[in-house]
């Protein structure tokens, strides 16, 4: 999606502040930091903004992107909920049912199990079952 385009878009049929039409693809509150970081208020009325600096600010939001300042290491690692329904992906190579080619492993899939080194191995396993069948 580029955020800049649909800005524009909207400035026509939308009447709204700035930070809300963000809002409706972003978190609210990521929404208003990146407007902050990049100058804009976030109660600035879209339809009032010049179309130059909306494409500058949805420039800024496509190419945005998160570093890392730290980990909490391994003593906190767990295996996450949700993902990729495992009912949707073959047993034996992981492509999904619906869209051949595509393959899903590892934490993008729905699979949950104990804590201490069961999903590096789940990782592992379903690269391997994945990597041989392509």
Same mark, same amino acid.
């Given at each position: ?20 039409? =963000? %809002?409706?693809?972003?978190? +609210?509150? *990521? ?6 970081? !990049?100058?804009? $208020?976030?109660?600035?009325? =879209? %339809?009032?903004?010049?179309? +130059?600096? *909306? ?6 939001? !496509?190419?945005? $992107? ?69």
């Amino acid at each position: 999606m580029d955020v800049a385009e649909e800005l524009i878009g909207a400035k026509t049929t939308v009447k709204k502040q700035l930070g809300n039409v =963000l %809002a409706q693809w972003l978190p +609210a509150r *990521l929404a208003e930091g990146l407007l902050l970081a !990049n100058g804009f $208020a976030p109660d600035a009325r =879209l %339809a009032d903004m010049p179309d +130059a600096k *909306l494409r500058k600010l949805g420039d800024a939001i !496509n190419r945005w $992107a998160i570093v890392p300042t730290g980990s909490e290491g391994y003593r906190k690692a767990e295996v996450t909920l949700g993902g990729v329904d495992t009912r949707e992906l073959s047993q034996q190579t992981m492509m999904a049912n619906k869209v051949p080619g595509l393959y899903f492993i590892g934490e993008t899939v729905d699979v949950t199990g104990w804590l201490g080194g069961y999903n590096f191995q789940w990782a592992w396993a379903s690269g391997f079952a994945a990597g041989e069948s392509v």
